[in-house]
């Protein structure tokens, strides 16, 4: 195992990150929701993703009131869950995922199924089914404490948001609790394609390395390999939902692999 | 110690700060402004005298014995928060937000709603200010109360239909708070119950909590004495902790909440939150919630559109927890029959939230009798129920819906 320059073990999703940064680029992030169109389609689609460019898979749990997200992905995560998607698939398509490809698989998830769960369990089964960590969009580090001790216990990331808005101290507090990287929104608003990508979140990132991040990627927007270039010439990643969503949503997982190779482009040295 | 005295952001386990990051440094800000308001008599004489002069504060009380006959003869009084401005104790709440938001240098005010009665409060405050408003309010609540919508829209409001999920009161919060996510610089989110994330459970029962205040004083003038109970409806719960709050510390005065238990609390279909429910995390705060085993959310049925939420503040949950207060189930039915009593006893058409309130008051007067005084936080007037009444009881003649 690698060591990080703070002394302690990389995680599989910290070694990917810096090795694309070693590289002289950046790491793409994939999202896309289980069980949209249906599990099967689902998993063949983070698959295609990690087949065609995307170094992180970041898959994400429907829940009824995702109030971090958009139009785009409140469609896709509210036909999951009329479909009757339940938690148990998202470790099932974990399980599948990794089984299939190396590429580290993240869940993003809001707080409440974790909590209902049982934030030990969903760890524990999390790990065992191959998965790498959480991003917990409403879950700050102040109200984190079982979930910090948790993710300590099994090894597991766990990536906190950073916003334009948060003060130095609390980005500082992103920073020092996260693990994997730190998700800088780009800007303030919720999941969806913008044509321009603020350029808060350049600040934002800058900010972030004053508190010390070697590890900050930014999403909410970006949906082409002209924004992932343009985010990778500051930050350590680019992540990318709805477009890809989109992608799946229209032409399915050959327009998945299709938008995701695109937008690999973006991570070249050019 | 004081139950009186709690100021966030935990009751107990319950409350906290569960919302996306962009949101903490508006949380922040709007706590902090609040806590300097609360303790500015500037601020407090500005609200007292638009109270004075704009709500028509103090509210009075209304001895209700013809309804008590029903009520095991149990003496019943009702604090009468129907006849405030805009109908309903939410202008309470509405107009200390909106000061707080003028203090912040907020020009645009949004808010979410159920029966349309915080939007409708939320509008007028806007007005009266001159700030811009937008209400969101799920399609199914701008249909059961289309009267609601136009006083809104007459009001200089912009009223968004919500369509997404169960398209009732837990979907609006969810599009206010994106709203609010991504305009938080310009925007207060004038969030309408003692839900949400801190410092709203606290600050909203702060803005409520006169009407208990007036009310136990107007009782012990009418009475002598403090009565036996004092009851509420509880939807997220505003109008239940401000009538419950002069009185926490009051160990012989029984606190009861009656929640919505529509079709019936062991059926599909309610909205009994603490009586069904069971701790999670919604809308920015821990508290009990209507959810499966997974988590998800529950929709929520009640006949009243200010009640059907699958959430409740933090601070209910905690006052349950503890005993201090009981929490029971009141149906759809039993709401409607109370309802009825009233109006037909008394001459006082109340919301069908507020009979919820009375339905439960009904049986407990039953069972604490003759001797007992019974305190109602009447919450707010029928009105905008005539609609659901009308055909709910068949009183609109089929020719007459043309004019
Ligand atoms: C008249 C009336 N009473 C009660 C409620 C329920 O809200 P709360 O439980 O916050 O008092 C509403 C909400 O719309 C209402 O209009």
């Known amino acids: 195992m690698t060591e990080t320059q703070s002394g302690t073990t990389a995680s599989p999703v910290e070694r990917v990150i810096r090795a694309r940064r070693e590289a002289g680029t950046g790491a793409l992030i994939g999202y896309l929701p289980v069980g949209f169109p249906d599990l099967e389609t689902s998993v063949d689609a983070a698959v295609a993703l990690a087949e065609n460019g995307v170094d992180v898979i970041e898959l994400g749990l429907p829940y009824s009131d995702p109030v971090m997200d958009g139009p785009v992905i409140q469609a896709a995560t509210q036909q999951a869950l009329a479909q009757g998607f339940r938690l148990r698939d998202g470790f099932e398509a974990v399980r599948r995922i990794t089984s299939r490809v190396d590429a580290p698989v993240v869940l993003m998830t809001y707080w409440n199924p974790v909590v209902q769960y049982g934030v030990d369990r969903f760890a524990d089964d999390l790990a065992a089914a191959g998965g790498a960590g959480l991003i917990t969009p409403d879950l700050i580090p102040d109200e984190a404490g079982e979930w910090i001790a948790a993710s300590n216990r099994t090894g597991l990331d766990r990536i906190f948001l950073a916003a334009p808005s948060s003060t130095a101290t609390r980005l500082q507090q992103a920073v020092s609790t996260s693990r994997g990287f730190v998700y800088a929104v780009s800007t303030m608003g919720i999941t969806g394609a913008r044509s321009d990508v603020d350029n808060a979140a350049r600040g934002l990132v800058e900010r972030l390395r004053e508190a010390g991040s070697e590890s900050a990627c930014v999403g909410l927007g970006i949906s082409t390999a002209e924004q992932v270039r343009e985010v990778l010439a500051y930050a350590d990643g680019a992540i990318v939902g709805s477009a890809l969503v989109s992608a799946l949503a229209n032409g399915g997982v050959d327009e998945v692999a299709r938008t995701a190779r695109a937008l690999s482009d973006g991570t070249r040295v050019s | ?403």
């Not at chain 2, 009001?155 to 239909?161: C, K």
């Not at chain 2, 029962?205 to 009418?222: S, T």
């Not at chain 2, 927890?321 to 029971?328: C, E, K, N, V």
Request: aromatic share 6%.
């Open chain 2, 1 to 403: 110690m004081a139950l009186r005295t709690q100021t966030g952001p935990y009751f107990g386990e319950y409350g906290g700060r569960y919302v996306p990051e962009s949101l903490i440094a508006a949380l922040d800000e709007l706590a902090a402004e609040y806590e300097s308001a609360r303790d500015d008599p500037a601020f407090q004489a500005e609200l007292a005298e638009l109270h004075r002069t704009y709500t028509g504060r103090p509210s009075i009380i209304t001895e209700v014995p013809r309804f008590a006959e029903h009520a095991g003869g149990a003496r019943v009084i009702l604090k009468r928060e129907d006849l405030n401005h805009t109908g309903s104790h939410k202008i309470n709440n509405v107009l200390g937000q909106a000061l707080v938001a003028k203090r912040l240098g907020k020009t645009r005010l949004i808010a979410e709603t159920g029966a349309g009665q915080h939007g409708v409060a939320t509008a007028t405050a806007a007005a009266l200010f001159g700030m811009s408003c937008v209400v969101y309010m799920g399609e199914v609540d701008t249909e059961r109360q289309a009267l609601n919508v136009a006083r809104m829209r007459l009001l200089g409001a912009e009223v968004i239909p919500v369509k997404t999920g169960s398209r009732t009161l837990k979907d609006a919060i969810n599009d206010a708070l994106r709203d609010w996510v991504a305009n938080v610089d310009t925007t207060h989110y004038l969030l309408g119950t003692v839900a949400g994330p801190h410092p709203f459970p606290v600050m909203v029962r702060d803005f409520h909590k006169i009407i208990g205040e007036e009310a136990r004083q107007q009782v012990l003038d009418l009475t002598g004495a403090l009565p036996t109970a004092v009851t509420a409806c509880v939807g997220g719960g505003s109008n239940a902790m401000g009538i419950f709050h002069a009185f926490l510390d009051d160990p012989d005065v029984q606190l009861f909440g009656y929640e919505a238990a529509g079709e019936g609390a062991d059926t599909p279909r309610h909205a009994a939150t603490i009586t069904k429910g069971r701790p999670g995390v919604l809308h920015g705060a821990r508290s009990y919630m209507l959810q499966d085993e997974d988590g998800q959310t529950v929709e929520s049925h009640s006949i009243s559109a200010g009640l059907d939420y699958p959430g409740v503040g933090p601070e209910h949950a905690w006052l349950s927890d503890i005993g201090r207060a009981s929490y029971l189930p009141v149906t759809d039915a039993a709401a409607m029959d109370a309802l009825r009593l009233l109006s037909r006893t008394e001459g006082i058409i109340p919301a069908i939230e507020s009979a919820h309130a009375l339905a439960g008051t009904l049986e407990l007067g039953r069972k604490l009798g003759p001797d007992s005084v019974i305190l109602v936080n009447l919450s707010g007037r029928g009105d905008k129920d005539m609609e659901t009444a009308g055909r709910y009881f068949d009183l609109i003649d089929a020719e007459a819906e043309q004019v």
